[in-house]
């Protein structure tokens, strides 16, 4: 068979098979500065709609790699900030298990601020994810976010971008839930008195780590000290 048939019988199975996982919807109308490069799949639709306006609620994304879950969280994340550009405080605190993973989305974040003309010197990412730079990033640019921490201290970041390391070593409490609570109260005291995060990213299971890293760095002191 010649290779151009196979080809397009190959281009029509693939697509066939996309749209009948993801079915694309229509073009979203949620967003003021966001503007999707494709149709989003019906997953995402879904989470844009949960997510965005004043009526959000706890969404839970569970679809196969690839499929865009990033999407669903940071586009209502990203025009949320939009809208409430030039408040202080942070608006998002999103939790990453390893460290790689976090620099590269916040690579991909700073393309896409600094690609929008709405989100572009109006919306400031920063990433904290413990050590020190030679030369960290006092400011957003292109293809990256803040990364100074005496910048994030002075005039907290719109989107926090951390890792779970980090939960372990600002949290505290008896259970997993007082951890969790131990956590967000940590951030808030130090990061903004005006508001209060409105969005916050994290898998259960990096919590569960989180907290087992808190429970053994305590025993260890307390092995120290005896």
């Given at each position: 068979?010649?290779?151009?048939?196979?080809?397009?019988?190959?281009?029509?199975?693939?697509?066939?098979?996309?749209?009948?996982?993801?079915?694309?919807?229509?073009?979203?109308?949620?967003?003021?500065?966001?503007?999707?490069?494709?149709?989003?799949?019906?997953?995402?639709?879904?989470?844009?709609?949960?997510?965005?306006?004043?009526?959000?609620?706890?969404?839970?994304?569970?679809?196969?790699?690839g499929?865009?879950?990033?999407?669903?969280?940071?586009?209502?994340?990203?025009?949320?900030?939009?809208?409430?550009?030039?408040?202080?405080?942070?608006?998002a605190?999103?939790?990453?298990?390893?460290?790689?993973?976090?620099?590269?989305?916040?690579?991909?974040?700073?393309?896409?601020?600094?690609?929008?003309?709405?989100?572009?010197?109006?919306?400031?990412?920063?990433?904290y994810?413990?050590?020190?730079?030679?030369t960290?990033?006092?400011?957003?640019?292109?293809y990256?976010?803040?990364?100074?921490?005496?910048?994030?201290l002075?005039?907290?970041p719109?989107?926090?971008?951390?890792?779970?390391?980090?939960?372990?070593?600002?949290?505290?409490?008896?259970?997993?839930?007082?951890?969790?609570?131990?956590?967000?109260?940590?951030?808030?005291?130090?990061?903004?008195?005006?508001?209060?995060?409105?969005?916050?990213?994290?898998?259960?299971?990096?919590?569960?780590?989180?907290?087992?890293?808190?429970?053994?760095?305590?025993?260890?002191?307390?092995?120290?000290q005896?």
């Open positions: 068979m010649l290779p151009s048939i196979l080809a397009g019988q190959l281009q029509k199975g693939i697509g066939d098979y996309i749209e009948a996982t993801f079915p694309m919807t229509n073009v979203p109308s949620c967003f003021e500065a966001i503007h999707p490069a494709y149709l989003p799949y019906v997953h995402q639709q879904k989470a844009f709609q949960r997510l965005t306006g004043d009526d959000g609620r706890s969404t839970l994304v569970a679809t196969g790699t499929s865009g879950k990033t999407e669903c969280f940071l586009y209502p994340i990203l025009e949320y900030c939009y809208q409430h550009r030039g408040e202080g405080g942070i608006k605190l999103i939790i990453y298990p390893m460290n790689a993973l976090a620099a590269d989305q916040a690579k991909r974040i700073a393309e896409l601020i600094y690609g929008c003309g709405e989100l572009r010197g109006n919306v400031t990412v920063g990433m994810v413990g050590g020190e730079e030679h960290p990033a006092r400011m957003m640019g292109e990256g976010v803040i990364t100074d921490h005496e910048t994030m002075n005039a907290a719109d989107i926090l971008m951390t890792n779970y390391k980090n939960c372990a070593e600002a949290g505290s409490g008896q259970s997993l839930e007082d951890f969790q609570k131990g956590f967000l109260a940590y951030w808030h005291q130090r990061m903004t008195d005006e508001q209060f995060v409105s969005f916050f990213i994290a898998p259960n299971m990096m919590w569960k780590h989180a907290y087992e890293d808190m429970v053994e760095n305590r025993r260890l002191g307390r092995d120290r005896a």
